[in-house]
């Protein structure tokens, strides 16, 4: 639109909603490199969270009224530093080593060598320290390193959110206790941490692959960082089969990305999945990781036999054409090195494709009535499409239903609903 005189107008500002999105969309991709930024040279998580949380803070109150920075992510690092800095000038005795930090901080600069050559891998390995239980390592860098909430992360084990909460509490508190200075451990501790690094990086790359909450199918950024994040390790310990193997995983289920959901987010199954828009670069390097965990291990391990099975997938000209048979094997040799309802539940779909649904039935009545997967979309899912394979359509529908309800992320939910509306 232009002025009576001429003049063009200046375009409006954008609407609050858009900048509080796009703020939204910067902290999700820029959060944990901030946090590790933070608490490479600071030595304190906690620390680290809370100023990046007040920088953030600061970007809300700012960006809506200036615009977002050109570069977010070193705008938002840079006001966490100062804050930092600020905040130790403030206090009126200093100790020797609060002064060297303050230093350290305000004359950083990227050019040290590292261990690690990657801030947020740092983060990750400096976060999984063995005075943390498993469930608490895994907890607390998802929270930082993958950005995600509670309930996310909550999701994803299957437990409340107030357990999760209460994981990443304590395992804030056992850190300060135990005195532990937020540093990268040195490569002879790696190993110790390597299956909890691990870890953490396949639940990022899965969060990517299917969300658990939200408004879409996938979070592809999520999933790429895992990836990027692997092949890091991948450098770091070239003769570790299970950096090799979870790599290959990955990238098995990362060859799909284009071909399973439309241009409008709408998510495509595997079934209706249009496999020449399977990215054959990435499955061949996925094969090429199995084969390079093969010949470094002795005997497949979890993440091994996941990707095997993702290879059967990826070979597969058709579902039909899929070895059911072998992807059946594998989930059983699986289930006794790795035992999960998730894992019993993958085998009794692939059971009903190998030998029929009444079989599969079987496998997840057993797991119903065990009380396995209580509360989880999962399993009256897989049920209601047993069922309807069966004709049993009443109780299929009821099935869905409920999955329906239970499921957190809104793309899941109108599948399963289009689902119900067919039966």
């Avoid at 320290?129 to 998802?142: D, G, Y």
């Avoid at 959901?261 to 199954?269: R, Y």
């Avoid at 069966?390 to 239970?406: C, H, Q």
Wanted: hydrophobic share 45%.
């Amino acid at each position: 639109m232009r002025s009576t005189r001429g003049v063009p107008l200046p375009p409006a500002a954008p609407p609050a909603a858009d900048i509080r999105r796009s703020i939204d969309a910067v902290w999700r991709i820029e959060s944990a490199r901030i946090v590790a930024t933070l608490a490479k040279v600071v030595g304190d998580f906690d620390l680290a969270e809370d100023l990046a949380q007040e920088a953030l803070a600061d970007a809300l109150v700012q960006w809506p009224k200036t615009g977002i920075p050109v570069n977010a992510g070193a705008w938002l690092t840079a006001v966490a530093k100062n804050k930092a800095i600020d905040g130790w000038r403030r206090r009126e005795r200093l100790d020797d080593r609060y002064r060297a930090i303050a230093h350290d901080l305000a004359e950083s600069t990227d050019d040290e060598w590292q261990p690690i050559p990657d801030d947020v891998l740092r983060l990750v390995f400096a976060a999984c320290h063995p005075v943390l239980s498993r469930e608490a390592q895994v907890a607390l860098t998802l929270r930082v390193v993958g950005g995600l909430t509670t309930e996310e992360i909550a999701r994803m084990f299957l437990v409340p959110v107030a357990t999760i909460q209460q994981r990443i509490v304590r395992a804030k508190k056992s850190l300060s206790a135990a005195h532990v200075p937020f540093e990268v451990p040195d490569p002879g501790e790696w190993p110790e941490r390597l299956g909890a690094v691990l870890g953490v990086v396949y639940l990022v790359f899965t969060e990517g692959y299917a969300a658990t909450s939200g408004d879409r199918w996938m979070r592809t950024e999520l999933a790429q960082e895992a990836l990027r994040l692997g092949r890091v390790l991948r450098g770091l310990l070239p003769r570790e089969p299970e950096v090799h193997a979870l790599l290959a995983l990955m990238e098995f289920q990362a060859s799909r990305f284009a071909a399973r959901e439309k241009p409008d987010g709408t998510p495509i199954l595997l079934a209706d999945q249009d496999r020449s828009r399977w990215d054959r670069a990435r499955i061949l390097r996925g094969r090429a990781g199995l084969a390079t965990a093969d010949a470094l291990g002795r005997g497949r391990s979890s993440y091994a036999l996941q990707a095997a099975i993702a290879e059967c997938h990826a070979v597969a000209p058709s579902v039909e054409k899929t070895d059911w048979r072998q992807i059946v094997l594998l989930h059983e040799i699986l289930g006794r090195i790795a035992p999960s309802p998730v894992v019993e539940l993958n085998r009794a779909v692939a059971v009903s494709m190998a030998t029929g649904p009444a079989n599969g039935l079987q496998i997840v009545d057993r797991l119903a009535a065990s009380g396995a997967l209580q509360g989880s979309h999962l399993l009256p899912s897989v049920r209601g499409e047993l069922l309807a394979r069966l004709g049993r359509l009443e109780e299929a529908r009821s099935e869905l239903v409920t999955a329906a309800r239970l499921a957190g992320n809104d793309r899941e939910r109108n599948v399963l609903l289009a689902k119900i509306d067919l039966l």
